[in-house]
């Protein structure tokens, strides 16, 4: 059936993929409401503009908040918003594969297959995001083969061995970059009074963040508010500072990911040692993340040919391999 599509539903950005098409749709996973009403005033980009610029008259909210769904209002708003704009008018409802963060609750599930329903899909297939996202990158997951992927998001850092089209073993941790953001944003209040918001800690972060000690040093000319003096203020941050932050942060998803090799089946852990970890998701492009990992596991690492792309084009290529719709 034609015109079916993949959704995957992150926790700072929504993507969708139509086969043959590619990816339609890759906004960020906000609304702006009225905050008496909840009346939806902008989704997406629009929405995203908005956050740290509003009036008493306008809140920015994420429907999906550390891997869970807060708000089902809010996510079904999104969701058909999303819709409306990345397909042309069609009679025929699509149907979708959609993939949603971390080791939600049946509860959860069913809760964001009802919200996704209602906003416009005739029937929802969910797919776990690591096999969403082991199959974007190209592996042959049907064989009977382990390997070893790690999806560092912005919600949730999903760790999973997978083999014969199935997850053996799986944790997610609620840790990933939204987290940093959030240390970010703490730490130079903290330090120098200086209250940013999270799209200016998120920009820090990519700009400057590294999680391996470099010998170039960056700086960023952070600007906000004096948290005592309540005026305008800038500060020069250096990439030394930001990537202690970091780092703390990413050695906590290292302890995990050497957690998850102890408890692997030893069979499978032979062709871990041969391939490697495969890594995905945005905080995976962090400078020096992938070199940690390396470091601390003595393996192989290789970040995914298109990292925050893979979950929604595995879910999408197999609407047809796996005969799920
Ligand atoms: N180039 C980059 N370098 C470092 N971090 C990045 C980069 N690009 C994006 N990120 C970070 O990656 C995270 C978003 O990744 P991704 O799009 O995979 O998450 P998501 O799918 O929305 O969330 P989740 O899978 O946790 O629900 C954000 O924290 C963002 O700041
Ligand atoms: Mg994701």
């Not at 690591?130 to 592996?139: E, N, R, T, V």
């Not at 600007?223 to 005026?231: A, C, E, F, T």
């Not at 490697?276 to 940690?292: D, M, N, P, V």
Request: net charge positive; aromatic share 6%; proline share 4%.
């Amino acid at each position: 059936m034609s015109g079916n599509i993949a959704i995957d539903l992150g926790t700072s950005r929504t993507r969708i993929y139509a086969p043959k098409k590619g990816i339609i749709m890759d906004e960020p996973s906000v609304v702006a409401i009225e905050p008496i009403s909840r009346e939806i005033i902008a989704v997406g980009e629009k929405a995203y503009q908005m956050l740290g610029r509003t009036s008493k008259k306008v809140n920015v909210v994420f429907p999906l908040l550390g891997g869970m769904i807060c708000d089902y209002y809010l996510l079904e708003g999104m969701t058909k918003d999303f819709l409306k704009r990345s397909r042309r008018a069609r009679l025929i409802m699509p149907k979708a594969i959609i993939c949603i963060p971390g080791e939600i609750t049946d509860v959860q599930k069913m809760a964001a297959i009802n919200a996704i329903e209602s906003a416009g899909i005739r029937k929802v297939h969910v797919m776990e995001a690591p096999i969403a996202a082991a199959i974007g990158a190209g592996l042959d997951i049907e064989s009977p083969h382990g390997f070893f992927i790690v999806n560092v998001g912005a919600g949730t850092t999903d760790i999973a061995v997978t083999s014969l089209n199935g997850v053996v073993s799986s944790f997610s941790l609620r840790i990933a970059g939204d987290q940093m953001d959030d240390e970010i944003v703490k730490y130079l209040r903290r330090k120098y009074n200086l209250m940013i918001g999270k799209k200016t800690a998120e920009e820090i972060k990519i700009k400057i963040g590294l999680v391996l000690p470099q010998v170039k040093k960056l700086v960023f000319r952070a600007k906000g508010r004096d948290s005592v003096l309540g005026l305008p203020k800038w500060v020069d941050i250096t990439s030394e500072e930001i990537s202690q932050i970091i780092s703390s942060i990413a050695s906590r998803i290292v302890s995990n990911i050497g957690e998850m090799l102890e408890l692997t089946p030893p069979e499978l852990v032979g062709d871990i040692l041969t391939d490697g970890i495969y890594l995905s998701g945005g905080c995976a492009q962090l400078q020096g993340f992938k070199e940690l990992i390396s470091q601390v596991t003595g393996l192989k690492v290789h970040l995914v040919e298109d990292p925050t792309g893979c979950v929604v084009k595995g879910a999408a290529q197999s609407i047809k391999r796996f005969h799920f719709i």
